[in-house]
């Protein structure tokens, strides 16, 4: 069964740091892209981070460069999100999902497998 599993959430701290996980299972991520989204309450989902399989390139929201790293590890079948310097306007629900080989446009509708989320609250 292909499956994408998202954990690491939680509630922080502004100005504090949560590292995401997105897990696959069924399948390999080694053809594929993987991208990090994230939904707030009200809003439509937005494209956050994204790694290519072909040769790693990446891709940051304006928002969120400078602040987020993605990482994949082929082994573990793994694709992490370190988030640092978290901002309340962090806050959301955020999901993995994979589309073949290359980010392209890091947009909801082009990527598919979506896992069940992990919250993500960033308050004082």
């Known amino acids: 069964q292909v499956q994408l599993v998202e954990s690491g959430g939680g509630l922080v701290q502004p100005g504090g740091s949560l590292r995401l996980s997105c897990a696959a299972s069924g399948f390999t991520l080694d053809y594929y892209a993987i991208g990090w989204f994230r939904q707030a309450p009200g809003k439509e989902r937005e494209g956050v981070s994204c790694i290519s399989s072909s040769d790693g390139s990446t891709y940051y929201a304006d928002s969120v460069k400078g602040r987020f790293t993605i990482s994949r590890d082929n082994a573990k079948n793994t694709v992490y999100l370190q988030m640092n310097s978290l901002k309340p306007e962090d806050t959301a629900v955020y999901y993995c999902?994979?589309?073949?080989?290359?980010?392209?446009?890091?947009?909801?509708?082009?990527?598919?497998?979506w896992g069940q989320g992990t919250q993500v609250t960033v308050s004082s």
């Open positions: 999902a994979i589309r073949p080989r290359w980010c392209g446009a890091v947009v909801a509708m082009e990527f598919g497998y």
